[in-house]
């Protein structure tokens, strides 16, 4: 029972704490491996001085999350026949974003954007049972929620310069519903969290050539408050783009995040996309993330994407799928073999639109 208490807590990713970052913008960040600092329309408030049209533009925000976590389990000759559960998660969420706006004048560029940037999305299942293999508890904990931030942009452009700012409004609901069934007694209770705040955020981008960019972004250290209080570290990206001149056209894009939460965590980017046949494109890419409560664990996402643009709009679609990795984590001196330690999956879906005047 004490291990099982143990990786309740150990295996809700964040929603506890203050919720799991969103590691990616749009389905064309998405599809790059998350990359955004360095792209047209990014999460770099600089990236809108790289649009010269009027675009307005939203996202249909489809994620899906499939989890199955629990210790493997062996028989006496060492065989692995199967996994003894210990939580089963499936979220899905329909959430319109990014969305906003972008109008050039030009060397001055303005506009105004929503888009999420924290998720709370989860729900821990668990069926306890005796020796008989008897259901004799079933725990169901839910959590519904983000935090997002919609903010005015504000750029300026001088030849290879460009400059952003980005003073934000943050704000989220977070629902949590815990069920107990029991044999003759059930039970549940309910918590509405409200959350709000504000955040700076500012960038710049140098494009030295059209083949070349170099871009770094910050957001600074906030607070949200509602109930309790939530805390936030700066966030520092350094991003490049390069595309070999003289060649079919190809864009390496890559990125390093810095955060610092109780201490320095680092997070590596990287994504390719494809021209074909000057409309149309194919991204691929992955990202290393580490987890902000310890630093031994590290999701790796494989995305695709896939995308069109043609005269006056643009679609994309972006897919990725991550493995979280806790084969460096101790689970606190328990003791736990190496193969019996468990796995995690993730799914992420995404599709954006714009249009341009």
């Known amino acids: 029972?004490?291990?099982?208490?143990?990786?309740?807590?150990?295996?809700?990713?964040?929603?506890?704490?203050?919720?799991?970052?969103?590691?990616?913008?749009?389905?064309?960040?998405?599809?790059?491996?998350?990359?955004?600092?360095?792209?047209?329309?990014?999460?770099?408030?600089?990236?809108?001085?790289?649009?010269?049209?009027?675009?307005?533009?939203?996202?249909?925000?489809?994620?899906?999350?499939?989890?199955?976590?629990?210790?493997?389990?062996?028989?006496?000759?060492?065989?692995?026949?199967?996994?003894?559960?210990?939580?089963?998660?499936?979220?899905?969420t329909l959430n319109f974003n990014p969305s906003g706006f972008v109008i050039p004048i030009k060397f001055f560029r303005a506009g105004a954007r929503y888009y999420q940037i924290f998720d709370f999305n989860y729900q821990f299942y668990h069926e306890y049972r005796d020796d008989f293999y008897q259901i004799i508890k079933i725990v169901d904990n839910s959590y519904t929620g983000s935090l997002n931030i919609i903010a005015p942009l504000i750029g300026l452009t001088y030849k290879p310069l460009s400059v952003g700012l980005e003073p934000g409004f943050v704000f989220g609901k977070v629902e949590s519903e815990l069920r107990t069934v029991l044999s003759n007694d059930d039970s549940i209770s309910t918590e509405i969290r409200n959350l709000y705040g504000n955040g700076l955020s500012f960038g710049i981008i140098l494009t030295p050539s059209s083949h070349l960019r170099f871009a770094y972004f910050y957001r600074g250290s906030f607070q949200v408050n509602g109930d309790d209080t939530l805390k936030y570290p700066s966030f520092h990206n350094f991003g490049f783009y390069y595309q070999p001149p003289h060649r079919i056209p190809t864009k390496f894009v890559s990125e390093i995040n810095y955060e610092f939460w109780r201490e320095p965590l680092i997070n590596y980017k990287f994504g390719i996309e494809h021209t074909i046949l000057y409309d149309y494109f194919l991204r691929y890419g992955f990202s290393l993330i580490t987890d902000y409560n310890e630093r031994a664990i590290w999701t790796t996402n494989l995305t695709l994407g896939l995308g069109v643009r043609l005269k006056n709009y643009y679609f994309d679609?972006?897919?990725?799928?991550?493995?979280?990795?806790?084969?460096?984590?101790?689970?606190?001196?328990?003791?736990?073999?190496?193969?019996?330690?468990f796995d995690e999956t993730q799914n992420h879906f995404i599709l954006s639109f714009g249009i341009n005047l």
């Open 1 to 92: 029972m004490p291990i099982l208490i143990f990786l309740f807590g150990f295996t809700l990713p964040g929603v506890l704490t203050q919720g799991d970052p969103v590691f990616y913008y749009d389905a064309r960040s998405l599809g790059l491996g998350g990359n955004t600092t360095v792209l047209e329309n990014g999460l770099n408030p600089a990236s809108i001085c790289l649009i010269d049209k009027i675009l307005f533009f939203t996202g249909g925000f489809i994620f899906e999350q499939m989890e199955r976590r629990g210790l493997r389990v062996y028989d006496s000759y060492g065989n692995n026949i199967g996994i003894s559960t210990i939580s089963v998660a499936h979220t899905r």
């Open 317 to 341: 679609v972006g897919y990725a799928y991550g493995k979280r990795d806790y084969s460096n984590y101790d689970f606190g001196g328990l003791g736990i073999e190496q193969k019996l330690i």
